[in-house]
Structure formats: structure tokens, C-alpha cells
């Protein structure tokens, strides 16, 4: 892993002096691509649907109809993983998710979490101050396709009183809330992929990554789970100057091929082989996953060191939202 460490971003903000007056910018982007092919194995029910209840979302990739689970069901549980840490430790996620607005310095809002996951908030009249993410989520696609027998039906029924009926006493109605959902079953595997480009990671934001993905998780719709239901299974970094198309799910889904009964070991395995090859640089499944699991044990310990790891971040955060987003007037330069 400090192999990798070396080669990340040491600095997150420079001064721009190419122009008439001098201001703070973050480190202009060099390049690198990182990537971290993930397989996410569902182990208890995972609803997944657009605005039709009744189906889960699907789209046609590599010669089979799949699942798709969108980046955001994935991202939005890790990022609030992250701001759970940061707060946790006292060095962050002030913020409620998408109510955050800038009133005097934008670290009172902004975070490592922000640098990570990417953020955004209100300010003064119509001002808006978005932060890009350092990370960028793909959608993940099922490994195996519609054609096998991933999808549960459960006929759920709502609205039901103490009398144990439908029936709505006040209104004299009876009630309608009776519907049918489906969930993905567990033993579905999915491919995905974390690319971080243009040398903006520090090590301390890819370690806060690292433990924000965790082991597993409690993932699904955006106003329904069925608890911890995913487990995750990192399959190695691997990084060189440029992206490869490999990143993409559906060539990650090409380049297996047909697995009518895929495990989770054989697709791991055959990740690490198809991303070695395509890139120069690359830190094993194994390697990475006891990097991880020792993370979580480290912060759960409350270990001094992964401690100071982070508020060293948070105060290299703070001076570059704070310059960043400050005006020069505020900062004591010219305008």
C-alpha cells in the first residue's frame, strides 16, 4: 500500500498566478487514474426499481439482459458512512445530506468527506459552491442475467389497523395500499467499479474511502431496505497514467464471459488477472483487503494514530475550502 500512497496527491491546493491577481485554487489536475473493480454480493433481499414498484431496473449489457443498480445506491450509503466516521472522530460532517449552506467560511460546511464524495452548498443570494468528487461511482451490473431466477416477489399490504383489517374506520374506506415488490435475490453478484483520475487523492482521503466502503452494508431503495444486505469484495487497485475501458462494467462483463453459476472467489480472481494486464501498477484483492479489514479494527480501537491521520486531513481541508471558496477581499489580497 505505500507504494501507492507515494504516487497520491501530497498537496490539495496551490496559488494560481496566471492571472491579473493571484488566487487559491485546489492542485490542478495531473495524470493518473486509479481504479478499484468491486464485485457487491447481495446476502438477504436488495430492492432495486425505477418509479415502477413492480420491477427491478435492468438494462442490456453484454449480450444479456442484467440488474443495474445505479451508482447513487451504492455512493449515497458510503458517503454517509464516511460523514458517520468524521463525525465519530470530531473532525467533520456538520452537515445534514443536501442542507448545507455557507454562511462565513466554507470548512463550517465542507469536510474531507466533501473532497471524497463530492458535495455542494447554498450561500448569500443565489450563490452555489460545488465541490467535484474525487471519486467517481459506476453503476454496478448483475453478473448473472434476467434469465435466472434472481428476482422475489413479496406481496406486501400497508395501512392496516389495530382490528387487523383494511378498513379505516374515520374514513369508512377501505384501504388500497396492497402491492407487490420485488426484490434481488441474495447469491446475485454484481461488477462495479471506483475510478479516481487526474491525481487528486491524497493518502488520507483513499484511506477515508476505503474504510467509508467497509465490509458490508445496508443498501437498496431510497425509502426501503431490508437490512445489511450487501457485502462487498474489493478486487485489488490498480493504477497507471491513463483509464482503460475496462473500468466500464459491461467490458468487465465482456472480459469474464459467460458464468451461468458464478462464485464470488472465481470473479475476484479473474478481476485481479483482466485489470493486472491492463494496467502497470496493481495492489492485490488480498493485500487491499487486510489493508481494510485492519482499518476497520484500527478505527473501532480508536487507534491514536489513524486518529491523528485524520485531523492532519481535516486542517489541510479546511485551509483549501476555506481559500478556495473565500473571496480574495476576505482573505486580505487584492481584488
Known sequence: METLFKQLAQEVKTTYTLEKDD???????????????????????????????????????????RVRMIASKNKGVEKRRGNQILRSLGVGGKTAANKAYIKKQASEVFDLNTFVFGDSANGAGKAIYPVHAAVLYSDALSVQGLDQPLIDNAFRQGGISEEYVNFDAQTHKTSSNIFTTRAVLPGTLFVQSLVMIGKRMTPAAFKHLLLSIGMAGCYGGATATTGTNLKTHLCGVYWGAFERGINAPQEMLTALGDEPKPMVTNIVDKLQHIFGEVYQNAISAQVLTAYVEKRVTDFEANDTVLIDEYREASEQMKQLFDAWFTPPSKQGKKK
Not at 44 to 52: E, F, G, S, T, Y
Open 23 to 65: 488566487f487559491d485554487i485546489p492542485v490542478l489536475p495531473q495524470a493518473q487514474c486509479i481504479v478499484i473493480p468491486i464485485v457487491r454480493e447481495t446476502i438477504a433481499p436488495l430492492l432495486i426499481r425505477n418509479n415502477d414498484a413492480d420491477m427491478v431496473t435492468d438494462m442490456f449489457a453484454a449480450d444479456k439482459l
